[in-house]
């Protein structure tokens, strides 16, 4: 996804996403940011020293991209640059910054997704929908005896999607609860047949949202709790929001 956009541009709507966040605190809504990671950013002057030891192991530059803007965003949004804070790992893997809100990451085929909410649960998951097969390989091994009813219903190209749809959903949830990947992802089921159903865990409940997204080719699905009242959506080129249960309310904006 080839862009051009100078530089200032750039910083001064990296800048706007502060006064995004401060609105969605407030609200009880969340925010989920995406930026497709040719999008210029200043990535060699936010991550600590662990961080671009780690960042220069990564053996594709699109990773290595990705995982730099991912953090980028996060400090940016969060005013978490002077200092500059470290992120820390909870008990079963998932980043957090101490003493500021939940944020959690995903990217998939060059799109960084963040998504910021005023306190737990919070996950998302972005994936690029290939089609070579390979949902029909994996329904099987992943998908709950229910999900496997709603998916042998579909044309061969309503699979493909639905399945993805299933995957970023039981990615959310699990990155919600910090779980990562179970397994037996077989026992989760995400309720494929609802639009915005909510997901009951041992510990906690929270509402899962299908976020139609303005590149085509992905599916991307947000796990929240349950009294959030709306999912704000913003990148470099579109806002738009989604509320529960209702209509989705679209407007353009290009820097």
Not at 55 to 70: K, M, N, P, Q, V
Not at 125 to 141: F, H, K, P, V, Y
Request: glycine share 6%; charged share 25%; hydrophobic share 40%.
């Amino acid at each position: 996804m080839p862009i051009s956009v100078p530089a200032k541009d750039a910083q001064e709507w990296f800048q706007t996403l502060r006064g995004k966040w401060q609105h969605c605190y407030e609200t009880n809504r969340v925010l989920l940011v995406l930026v497709p990671i040719e999008f210029p950013f200043p990535d060699d002057c936010i991550l600590t020293g662990e961080e671009k030891e780690r960042s220069a192991r990564y053996r594709f530059i699109r990773d290595r991209r990705a995982y730099e803007l991912g953090r980028f965003i996060v400090r940016t949004t969060l005013k978490a640059t002077t200092p500059l804070e470290p992120f820390a790992i909870r008990d079963l893997g998932k980043p957090y910054i101490n003493g500021y809100p939940a944020f959690n990451i995903s990217h998939s085929g060059g799109l960084v997704a963040v998504a910021f909410a005023r306190r737990e649960p919070l996950g998302v998951d972005i994936e690029l929908i290939r089609s070579d097969n390979q949902s029909t390989d994996l329904i099987d091994a992943v998908c709950h005896p229910a999900e496997r009813r709603e998916l042998a219903g579909c044309s061969e190209q309503e699979r493909d999607e639905m399945f993805y749809r299933c995957w970023t959903r039981k990615e959310a949830v699990l990155k919600a609860t910090g779980e990562g990947l179970r397994d037996d992802l077989r026992s989760l089921d995400v309720k494929l047949s609802q639009y915005q159903p909510t997901i009951a865990s041992e510990a906690l409940s929270m509402a899962l949202f299908d976020v139609p997204l303005r590149w085509k080719g992905y599916s991307c699905a947000l796990a929240v709790d349950p009294g959030v009242t709306a999912i704000d959506v913003l990148s470099p080129f579109h806002f738009y929001q989604l509320a529960c249960l209702e209509q989705v309310h679209d407007t353009e904006h290009v820097i």
